[in-house]
Every structure is written in structure tokens, then in C-alpha cells.
């Protein structure tokens, strides 16, 4: 193992790429003098067929976690499970071999990953003579064209003989010297590349930390699915530890987890991230091994994370295909649920996994089923590619269904620090709106957008049912273009009656201007309905049998009850049960009769009450119901006491 100067550095993983026989694991063994090939099959065979670990010990006294990956291209799907992690490839290239087809995807794909650093490591140097190690350069040279690792500095080395490997150990420690981890967020994630049961200690989860650290005790969330489970234990490079930072190999001992049979391809997340996508928006390059374009709607296989999965792309540009290297904003439906927050990188192979095609970047996490035009809906993603801070938050929220996400669900979106967030959305672009315990945010776009939709609904109801006091809040709320909860859509309505004519009455909306005037053919059936009522007295018919006497069709019931609705609002019909309405004077008497004979007594039946009425018993009940609602009897047993005798 290497003796190195001190230096500074912080967490890192290293991380393997190449063809298959080009090296890697040999070359981690003479970096770290641990064994990656973990596997009886590996170790008989002379190839690695799944992920191996090591970690690289710096001067400072830190550990950089190594990742060697198999080179087969039969084992590409375990290679791209290790690679999402890397902060720093080793890319081997054989002298003897130089470079090989498995050279040029393990390269596309760290590009599309976005991995920055590395080391062009010419193994086997012994094989080869200066000339030969010269003309290996000029191949690098060429494959790296365009990725970016095009300026990573080669070096030749010979795990055998060691030559090189000093000069290789110096270069690590350079590059990591200073190195900045990937960005916390303060949101962990763990996407497992291993799952096992241990005797003595239940399920062990392994994989490369980001995001944000875990600590023991901590509780998380598995995603897909939501099942929650608890941290028994973390252990970083076989070592138990408190709590384990982002960018460490990470392994945590679980409890909770039994049920869940975790595997590679789900994520151990912060309990507090609770959503999976199935759908999302992003900016994709095809590379030039795709060899021809893909067509918008083509079936693909996703990498991202460790997952692994089917689904379609569509492409949202005026375009029907993307050209070999060219890019574009599309989205991405996948047949299974996986965990993607802002900022993810990905890989898409074909749907046979036999060629990588290309990859990028998620722009929005949730994607919503987008109609042509595309123009408004391109513009936000555009801004969400380039922009940072409130442009940034400002295009996610208008790409939201929900019309006011919370500032977790908004960090959680964009995968961005939480103090990052909350500086950004005091912004004057954004209103606050209250959602029930919490307090949301929405664009003056999508508040515009909704005052004009619920305007223009009530317009066309008041034109539509002009007899009709409105709509009621509920039929409003499932028509909106957003997404908003029952009990945040009050607050939302109060606030909007602030700003336009929407007025709120118990359960209903209209608006100011709008005013029921029972007029013509509507007027004429009131007066005739208030007639046939205070004839009843007592015993009023129903509006069915209203209609019937007034021999109007059965299809007019719906009118009966509009007009019966309007009078009730004027004060000129008192509503007891569905289509039943008594008279205001027959109301006023009753109410009178009753309050007088509970004067005298100390309660009634309802035997007593028909009697007093002269009514049958079924609207004696009626109206005791209707007493005890308004406030005027309490019910005790099968007696009515006056509420203020209810004591």
C-alpha cells in the first residue's frame, strides 16, 4: 500500500471504469492491498461479475471509498449501480489492448453521470514498450474527445512490477486535495446496491451516501413503498461509527426492515421525503454510440440511482427525434416507481439493455401530462436547466400540479439546501398561501390563473342556472386546474374574495354581483308553490307532488328545487328535509304552539305534538327534527325539552 505526503480531504469514493481484463481490480489491489472480488465465482473465474469495495487510505488520516466495477458488458447493469456514486474514476486502459468497445460506453456513461475528475490509468505498462504506450495515449486522446474527462491527465502504470503506481498514488491525493463533496442538501439518501441478513444482527444495507449524513437511531423511509425502519448501527469501511457523512461507503444495520425484502435498486431516504415519480421532466444528450435518433414515444431502460426499470420517453421539443449528439427537454414515464429528486443523473439504455443510448439530468421530479402547445411548458423547464435561486423555484412551482407546495416539498423538488430555499422564496415573485397547518407557495402566474378560472366558472354558472345561488366549493375545488386540499381551499377562497367579487356563503360561492330574481314562468310557479303551502299549513306536499298538482312534467323536479331554493333564501319558504318546505307563517305557528304547551309542561311527544298540530306523526317528526337542529328543543330519550330547560 502506498505511503503518501499529508495533505487535506474530504469525502470522496473512487471509483473503477474500463474494459473487461484492462486491470481494475488488480490495480485496487496494489492501491489499497484489499481484495475486491468478494464473490467464489469471481475469484475462480478471474473476472469481476459484481461491485467490489476498498477504501483509499489519505495522509490526513480520511478514507476515500473505492468502487471497482465489473468491465463484461453482460454485467453493464452492475457497473452502472456503482457508477452513479463516483467522485473520482480510475479509467483503465490496457497497454496491450488499448482502447475496446466496453472503453467507450464506461466513458459515455460517466459522462452522462457528470463525473468531472479522473485519471486515465494505462495498465499492464510492462506488456508494452514507449512506443506503444505513446500510440495507447493518443487513443485515450481520442476517446476522450467531448466527455468530460477530455483534459484528465494519463498515467501508465504496472500492478506487477509497480511501476508508476507512486506517481498514480500522487495524482489521487492531488485531485482529492480540496476536493468538495457533492453538495449537501440536507436531504439523505442511500440508494442500496446491497442487501443481506447477518446472524446475530438482522438486515444490512449497503451503498454510497448522498445528500446529506445518517447518524445510529436515525429513522428513514424505503422508497418505493414508504416503509419506515430505524438505524441499529452504521459502520463505514467495516468500522462501527456514530453516524456516517455523504460520500462514504456506508453500511447500516436495520431494524424494521424484515418485512420490507430490500434490495438493490431502493433508496433509504430523510422519513421526511415521502414521494416516488413515475413520471419526470429532463434534459437528455444522446451520445454517438446510440448510432441512430431516437424517436419521441421509443420504449427505453433507465438507470438512475441503483434502479433499474422500463419506460418511454417523450420528447417535448417541436422535433419528433433526437439526433446522436444532440440534446433536448424531455419526459420520462417509467413503468415502476422510482426515487428522483432535482439535479438526479441518469443513463437510458435500449429496451433490450443492449446499447447505451444517452442520459442526463432531472429537471422536475414530477412531470405532469403535458398537451401541445408545449411553448409555456418548455420555457419553465429551459429556466429550471440554466437558473438557480428564485428563477429556479419560481419554474418548478409553475410546473407543479399542486397549486401550493410547501417549502419541504419545494427543497425536496430541487434536492437544494434548506437555507438555500427558504432565503429564496422571500422573494416578492412568490405568494404565500395558507394550506392548513402549513404555509405554502405559488407563483402570481398560478394565482392569476386561478382567480380567472374560478371568475369565469361562476360567470358560467350564473349564466347557465341564473336561479341558482352558485356553485358549491367542492364542485369549484375538483374542477381547478390545480391540485389543493378541502380544508386549504377556504383559506384560498377568503383570500381571493380580498381581491375579486367572489363572495362565500356557507358552502357556496357566486359572485358579488349576482342576485336571484325569481322572474316570468319562475315567478309565477313561486307564487303558486307559496299558495299550495300555506294552504297545507301543517302537512305541506313535497315538491314532487307539487309538481304534480301544478301538472308540470317529472323532468322539472330539478327546476322545483332551484325556484324552492331561491324562495328559501328570501325568507319565504323554511326548507325541513330534502323537498320538504313549509310555509314561513306554518313555521312561525308551530315553532309558537311548541314553545307554548313546553311553557307548561315539561316535555312532549311527538303523539303530543301531531295532536297539538292536528298533523300526522310523520311531519309532527319532521319538525321536531328541524326544532332540535335550530336550536329550539333539545331531544331527551323520546321527549323534547326547551334547550334553555335542557339543565
Known amino acids: 500500500m502506498l505511503k503518501l505526503m499529508a495533505t487535506s480531504a474530504t469525502h470522496a469514493i473512487i471509483g473503477t471504469a474500463g474494459h473487461i481484463d484492462h486491470g481494475k481490480t488488480a490495480l485496487i489491489r496494489a492501491l489499497t492491498g484489499q481484495e475486491t472480488d468478494r464473490l467464489k465465482e469471481e475469484r475462480e473465474r478471474g473476472i469481476s461479475i459484481d461491485l467490489g469495495f476498498a477504501y483509499f487510505a489519505l495522509p490526513d488520516g480520511n478514507r476515500a471509498g473505492v468502487i471497482d466495477v465489473p468491465g463484461h458488458e453482460r454485467f453493464i447493469r452492475n457497473m452502472l449501480a456503482g457508477a452513479h456514486g463516483i467522485d473520482l474514476v480510475l479509467f483503465t486502459i490496457a497497454a496491450d489492448d488499448g482502447v475496446m468497445p466496453q472503453s467507450e460506453e464506461h466513458l459515455d456513461i460517466l459522462h452522462l453521470l457528470g463525473t468531472r475528475r479522473g485519471i486515465f490509468v494505462i495498465t499492464k505498462s510492462d506488456l508494452a514498450d514507449a512506443a506503444r504506450i505513446r500510440e495507447v495515449r493518443d487513443e485515450i486522446a481520442l476517446l476522450a474527445e467531448g466527455t468530460l474527462l477530455e483534459e484528465?491527465?494519463?498515467?501508465?502504470?504496472?500492478?506487477?512490477s509497480g511501476a508508476g503506481m507512486s506517481d498514480l498514488g500522487k495524482e489521487i491525493v492531488r485531485q482529492l486535495d480540496g476536493f468538495e463533496a457533492r453538495r449537501a442538501t440536507g436531504i439523505f439518501r442511500l440508494p442500496i446496491d446491497r442487501s443481506f441478513v447477518m446472524k446475530g444482527y438482522g438486515v444490512v444495507v449497503t451503498g454510497t451516501a448522498i445528500g446529506a449524513g445518517v447518524r445510529t437511531g436515525q429513522k428513514l423511509r424505503a422508497l418505493p413503498g414508504g416503509g419506515e425502519v430505524r438505524v441499529r448501527g452504521v459502520q463505514v469501511h467495516s468500522e462501527p461509527v456514530e453516524s456516517a457523512e455523504r460520500c462514504q461507503r456506508v453500511a447500516l444495520n436495520l431494524s424494521g426492515a424484515d418485512r420490507l425484502e430490500l434490495g438493490r435498486g431502493f433508496v433509504l431516504a430523510d422519513d421526511r421525503l415521502d414521494f416516488t415519480t413515475?413520471?419526470?421532466?429532463?434534459?437528455?444528450?444522446?451520445?454517438?454510440?446510440?448510432?441512430?435518433?431516437?424517436?419521441?414515444?421509443?420504449?427505453?431502460?433507465?438507470?438512475?440511482?441503483?434502479?433499474?426499470?422500463?419506460?418511454?420517453?417523450?420528447?417535448?421539443?417541436?422535433?419528433?427525434?433526437?439526433?446522436?449528439?444532440e440534446s433536448a427537454l424531455v419526459q420520462i414515464v417509467t413503468n415502476d416507481p422510482i426515487c428522483a429528486l432535482g439535479g438526479d443523473r441518469f443513463v437510458i439504455r435500449d429496451?433490450?439493455?443492449?446499447?447505451?443510448?444517452?442520459?442526463?439530468?432531472?429537471?422536475?421530479p414530477l412531470g405532469r401530462r403535458v398537451r401541445r402547445p408545449l411553448a409555456a411548458y418548455r420555457s419553465h423547464l429551459a429556466v429550471l436547466r440554466d437558473g438557480d435561486g428564485?428563477?429556479?423555484?419560481?419554474?418548478?412551482?409553475?410546473?407543479?400540479?399542486?397549486?401550493?407546495?410547501?417549502?419541504?416539498?419545494?427543497?425536496?423538488?430541487?434536492?437544494?439546501?434548506?437555507?438555500?430555499?427558504?432565503?429564496?422564496?422571500?422573494?416578492?415573485?412568490?405568494?404565500?398561501?395558507?394550506?392548513?397547518?402549513?404555509?405554502?407557495?405559488?407563483?402570481?402566474?398560478?394565482?392569476?390563473?386561478?382567480?380567472?378560472?374560478?371568475?369565469?366558472?361562476?360567470?358560467?354558472r350564473h349564466r347557465a342556472e341564473p336561479l341558482s345561488s352558485g356553485l358549491e366549493m367542492e364542485a369549484m375545488r375538483t374542477r381547478l386546474p390545480y391540485e389543493i386540499s378541502a380544508r386549504a381551499f377556504r383559506s384560498v377562497i377568503d383570500r381571493m374574495s380580498r381581491e375579486t367579487g367572489v363572495i362565500?356563503?356557507?358552502?357556496?360561492?357566486?359572485?358579488?354581483?349576482?342576485?336571484?330574481?325569481l322572474g316570468g314562468d319562475a315567478a309565477r310557479t313561486s307564487a303558486a308553490i307559496e299558495?299550495?303551502?300555506?294552504?297545507?299549513?301543517?302537512?305541506?306536499?313535497?315538491?314532487?307532488?307539487?309538481?304534480?298538482?301544478?301538472?308540470?312534467?317529472?323532468?322539472?323536479?330539478?327546476?322545483?328545487?332551484?325556484?324552492?331554493?331561491?324562495?328559501?333564501?328570501?325568507?319565504?319558504?323554511?326548507?325541513?328535509?330534502?323537498?320538504?318546505?313549509?310555509?314561513?307563517?306554518?313555521?312561525?305557528?308551530?315553532?309558537?304552539?311548541?314553545?307554548?304547551?313546553?311553557?307548561?309542561?315539561?316535555?312532549?311527544?311527538?303523539?303530543?305534538?301531531?295532536?297539538?298540530?292536528?298533523?300526522?306523526?310523520k311531519f309532527a317528526i319532521a319538525l321536531l327534527d328541524y326544532f332540535d337542529h335550530s336550536g329550539v328543543t333539545i331531544r331527551v330519550g323520546d321527549t323534547r325539552r326547551l334547550r334553555a330547560r335542557a339543565g
Open 152 to 160: 484528465a491527465p494519463v498515467i501508465a502504470v504496472s500492478s506487477l
Open 531 to 617: 299558495r299550495a303551502l300555506a294552504k297545507a299549513e301543517f302537512q305541506p306536499p313535497d315538491l314532487k307532488q307539487i309538481g304534480i298538482d301544478l301538472k308540470l312534467p317529472a323532468s322539472a323536479l330539478g327546476q322545483l328545487r332551484t325556484i324552492a331554493a331561491a324562495m328559501e333564501r328570501e325568507g319565504r319558504l323554511v326548507k325541513i328535509a330534502t323537498d320538504l318546505y313549509f310555509a314561513k307563517d306554518a313555521i312561525e305557528a308551530a315553532r309558537q304552539r311548541l314553545i307554548d304547551y313546553l311553557s307548561a309542561n315539561a316535555e312532549i311527544t311527538a303523539a303530543d305534538y301531531r295532536d297539538l298540530l292536528g298533523a300526522s306523526r
Open 278 to 325: 413515475s413520471r419526470f421532466d429532463a434534459w437528455l444528450e444522446l451520445r454517438p454510440a446510440a448510432k441512430r435518433p431516437l424517436k419521441s414515444q421509443s420504449p427505453i431502460r433507465l438507470f438512475i440511482g441503483t434502479a433499474e426499470t422500463l419506460g418511454r420517453v417523450t420528447i417535448l421539443e417541436d422535433r419528433v427525434a433526437i439526433a446522436p449528439k
Open 390 to 460: 428564485p428563477d429556479a423555484i419560481e419554474a418548478l412551482l409553475n410546473l407543479q400540479e399542486s397549486l401550493a407546495p410547501v417549502a419541504l416539498r419545494i427543497q425536496q423538488l430541487l434536492n437544494a439546501p434548506q437555507a438555500t430555499v427558504a432565503a429564496a422564496l422571500k422573494d416578492s415573485r412568490f405568494i404565500r398561501l395558507s394550506v392548513g397547518d402549513e404555509e405554502g407557495f405559488t407563483t402570481h402566474a398560478k394565482w392569476e390563473e386561478l382567480k380567472r378560472f374560478v371568475l369565469a366558472a361562476l360567470e358560467e
Open 351 to 364: 429496451a433490450t439493455n443492449m446499447r447505451t443510448l444517452g442520459g442526463g439530468r432531472v429537471l422536475n
Open 504 to 517: 362565500r356563503e356557507d358552502s357556496a360561492l357566486r359572485l358579488r354581483t349576482h342576485q336571484v330574481q
